[in-house]
């Protein structure tokens, strides 16, 4: 199985409403990426979280990471329509470049 | 600065033609990585070079498939003969040079390949 998987995999929200999606990986990381992808689009690098920090925040972004339990959550506040799209985490085998990319979480934020 | 960007955007062929995709990496990013991404399969990194070297070419599906970084402006990720079940996006990303994933990845919007 993948080293990210996120869940849920799909989520319906509306807007003004807090979004939640989870990530669980297997192997020990140097630290945790984000990606937000849009439709027809490339992924957009979100945040970054290192494996000695156990929460970060970008604007409407926060991201907890629990090594103990290899896993992480992303939290957007205050959805938008335009959030709408598939988040993805990601994470480096220990020391490599190798980057494997979880499942994805598609979240539809409704007007 | 320009992202990533990758050509053709859209690519129709036939089964058994050649393919080629092309990218290039933005300027000072000295690692760049393929990926294929499909709804069964979701995103999977076939190969990745640093310094223009091919690292880790594990995720090549077949002998099909064959990957160039000639100079640290361009690649190519060639499919020869194509086949029906290659049909994905693909995407081309690019890192600044950094510690083994300390790096954020930055995405091209990738080639729709559809082989008929």
């Known amino acids: 199985s993948q080293q990210g998987e996120e869940d849920p995999q799909a989520l319906s929200i509306q807007e003004g409403e807090n979004a939640t999606m989870n990530c669980s990986y297997k192997?020990?990381?140097?630290?945790l990426q984000w990606y937000r992808q849009n439709s027809g689009r490339g992924l957009v690098h979100l945040i970054l979280?290192?494996?000695?920090?156990r929460e970060k925040h970008s604007g409407r972004l926060r991201v907890t990471l629990d090594t103990s339990k290899k896993s992480s959550s992303l939290l957007i506040t205050a959805s938008r329509a335009a959030d709408t799209a598939s988040y993805f985490c990601?994470?480096?085998?220990?020391?490599?470049?190798?980057?494997?990319f979880g499942t994805g979480t598609r979240l539809k934020v409704l007007a | 600065d320009a992202g990533v960007i990758q050509s053709p955007r859209h690519e129709v062929t036939e089964m058994g033609q050649e393919v080629t995709l092309r990218c290039k990496p933005i300027?000072?990013?000295?690692?760049l990585f393929w990926y294929r991404q499909t709804m069964m399969r979701g995103l999977e990194l076939l190969i990745y070079?640093?310094?223009?070297?091919?690292?880790?070419d594990s995720g090549m599906p077949e002998d099909r498939f064959s990957a160039k970084m000639p100079n640290a402006s361009f690649s190519t990720l060639k499919i020869q003969p194509s086949e029906p079940r290659d049909s994905a996006v693909y995407f081309c990303?690019?890192?600044?040079?950094?510690?083994?994933?300390?790096?954020?990845?930055?995405f091209g919007d990738g080639t729709r390949l559809s082989i008929l």
């Open positions: 979280i290192r494996s000695n920090e």
């Open positions: 070079f640093n310094n223009n070297v091919p690292i880790d």
């Open positions: 192997t020990s990381i140097n630290n």
């Open positions: 300027s000072g990013h000295n690692s």
């Open positions: 990601a994470t480096a085998l220990g020391g490599t470049y190798k980057y494997i």
């Open positions: 990303a690019s890192t600044h040079p950094g510690g083994f994933g300390n790096q954020p990845q930055h």
